[in-house]
C-alpha cells in the first residue's frame, strides 16, 4: 500500500528543477510592459514553446539580455497582472479564483 507524504519546498522545487531543459534553447517571450499578459498569451500559444525549456525575456522598446533578472521581473509584472484580471473576484489579498470563464 502506497501512503502519501507531503513534501517540502524543497523537495517540490528540486523536482521541478530536474526536469528543466538546460542544453541552451529558450523560449523567447516579447512583452510590453503595459500588457505583459498579452505577450506571456502569445509566448505561451506557440506550437514551439516548451514548457521544459528556460524562458528569454525582452521588453520592447529596451535592449538588454535576460541573464534571469528580465525572466523575474516579467514573472512579477504577469503575477501583478494575473491577480488584478478580471480572472479573480474579491478584494486586497482576499480573492478567490471566478468560476464564471465568461467573466473573463
Request: a positive charge; zero cysteines.
Amino acid at each position: 500500500m502506497h501512503t502519501f507524504r507531503e513534501k517540502t519546498l524543497e523537495e517540490l522545487l528540486e523536482n521541478l528543477a530536474s526536469v528543466v531543459d538546460l542544453s541552451g534553447m529558450k523560449n523567447i517571450v516579447n512583452v510590453n510592459r503595459d500588457d505583459v499578459l498579452d505577450g506571456a498569451f502569445r509566448a505561451f500559444a506557440r506550437k514551439s514553446f516548451d514548457v521544459s525549456k528556460l524562458l528569454n525575456v525582452r521588453f520592447a522598446g529596451k535592449d538588454g539580455i535576460d541573464n534571469g533578472g528580465l525572466t523575474r521581473e516579467f514573472l512579477r509584472l504577469a503575477v501583478t497582472a494575473i491577480g488584478s484580471s478580471s480572472l479573480f473576484t474579491g478584494l486586497g489579498h482576499s480573492k478567490n479564483i471566478r468560476l464564471d470563464y465568461k467573466g473573463m
